[in-house]
C-alpha cells in the first residue's frame, strides 16, 4: 500500500536537504505551482498525486465567479501539460457547483489534458455511479473521510466499495485516510496531513513503532514546545511508515 504525505511543500521540512526522502507525496495545486514541482522533483512523476485544491480556493473568499473558477481550471490543466502530471484529480467540488458541472469539467481537464482524470467518488453520486467510475476508470479514489461524510461507523463498509473496484481491476485510493488500523483496509494508495497536523495542533509527536504510527504527547516540562522541531521528526517517523507499509500485501 502507498502511503502518500500530504502537504509536504512545508517551510519546516526542507525537502532539498533530507537524509531520507519520503517514497510518495501528495501536493494540492491550490499551493502554488512552485511548490507542487518542489514536490514533484522531490519524489518524481510515478511517486507524485496532484490534488486540484479547488474545494480550498471555492471556499478562500466569497462569490468565486465563474471566470475565476475558468482561470483556476486552466491553470490546473496548464501544470498538468507542462509537467506531464500522470496521477491528477477530478475537482470534486459537488456540494458547490453540482454534480452534473462536476462531470463537465472532469470531461474538459480529460480532453485538453489528454489523459483520465482520478475521479473522487463521494458516498452522494451513489453506488451505480461508483460502480460505472470503476468500470471507466483504472484508478478512482474516495472521499469524504476528513469531512465525515463518512462516519467512523460506516467504515466497515468501505472495504465493500474497495472489492468492487478490485473486481474490475480497478485501483482505489482513500483520500485522508490513515487511521491506526489502516492494515485492515485493503486500498492501494492513501494520504494524510496527520505527519504533521498532530504536532501542530495536539503537540504530539509521532512515531514509527514497527508496525503502525503512534503518538506521544509531548512535555515540555514548563517550556515552550518546539513545533517544528516535532513536525521534523514525525515527517522522517512517517517516512519510516512509509517503508514499511510499501512492503504488506493485502487481500480482499
Given amino acids: 500500500?502507498?502511503?502518500?504525505?500530504?502537504?509536504?511543500?512545508?517551510?519546516?521540512?526542507?525537502?532539498?536537504?533530507?537524509?531520507?526522502?519520503?517514497l510518495y507525496a501528495l501536493e494540492t495545486f491550490y499551493s502554488g505551482k512552485k511548490a507542487c514541482s518542489q514536490v514533484l522533483s522531490c519524489v518524481g512523476n510515478e511517486n507524485f498525486l496532484l490534488d486540484s485544491g479547488a474545494f480550498t480556493f471555492m471556499n478562500s473568499r466569497k462569490n468565486v465567479t465563474?471566470?475565476?473558477?475558468?482561470?483556476?481550471?486552466?491553470?490546473?490543466?496548464?501544470?498538468?501539460?507542462?509537467?506531464?502530471?500522470?496521477?491528477?484529480?477530478?475537482?470534486?467540488?459537488?456540494?458547490?457547483?453540482?454534480?452534473?458541472?462536476?462531470?463537465?469539467?472532469?470531461?474538459?481537464?480529460?480532453?485538453?489534458?489528454?489523459?483520465?482524470?482520478?475521479?473522487?467518488?463521494?458516498?452522494?453520486?451513489?453506488?451505480?455511479?461508483?460502480?460505472?467510475?470503476?468500470?471507466?476508470?483504472?484508478?478512482?479514489?474516495i472521499g469524504g473521510f476528513v469531512i465525515k461524510e463518512i462516519p467512523k461507523r460506516k467504515w466497515e463498509n468501505v472495504k465493500k466499495y474497495i472489492k468492487i473496484a478490485h473486481s474490475y481491476n480497478t485501483k482505489v485510493h482513500?483520500?485522508?485516510?490513515?487511521?491506526?488500523?489502516?492494515k485492515?483496509?485493503?486500498?492501494?494508495?492513501?494520504?494524510?496531513?496527520s505527519w504533521k497536523m498532530h504536532s501542530i495542533i495536539g503537540k504530539k509527536v509521532c512515531y514509527f513503532d514497527g508496525k503502525q504510527i503512534v503518538t506521544k504527547s509531548i512535555n515540555g516540562k514548563g517550556k515552550k514546545v518546539n513545533i517544528d522541531a516535532a513536525i521534523s521528526y514525525s515527517f522522517k517517523e512517517w517516512v519510516k511508515y512509509q517503508y514499511y507499509m510499501n512492503t504488506q500485501k493485502f487481500k480482499d
Avoid at 500500500?1 to 517551510?11: E, K
Avoid at 501539460?81 to 457547483?97: G, S, T
Avoid at 482513500?174 to 489502516?182: K, R
Avoid at 485492515?184 to 496531513?193: A, K, L, Q, R
Wanted: aromatic share 14%.
Fill in 66 to 141: 465563474k471566470e475565476e473558477l475558468d482561470t483556476y481550471i486552466d491553470e490546473y490543466i496548464q501544470f498538468i501539460n507542462d509537467y506531464n502530471i500522470k496521477y491528477f484529480f477530478e475537482l470534486d467540488i459537488d456540494v458547490i457547483v453540482g454534480y452534473e458541472k462536476v462531470k463537465e469539467i472532469r470531461a474538459y481537464i480529460e480532453k485538453r489534458t489528454g489523459k483520465k482524470c482520478i475521479p473522487v467518488w463521494h458516498i452522494s453520486r451513489g453506488v451505480n455511479d461508483y460502480i460505472e467510475m470503476c468500470k471507466n476508470y483504472n484508478y478512482i479514489a
Fill in 174 to 182: 482513500g483520500l485522508g485516510f490513515t487511521p491506526l488500523n489502516l
Fill in 184 to 193: 485492515e483496509y485493503n486500498f492501494d494508495s492513501v494520504d494524510s496531513t
Fill in 1 to 22: 500500500m502507498r502511503v502518500y504525505l500530504a502537504s509536504t511543500a512545508d517551510s519546516r521540512i526542507n525537502l532539498v536537504n533530507i537524509h531520507q526522502k519520503p
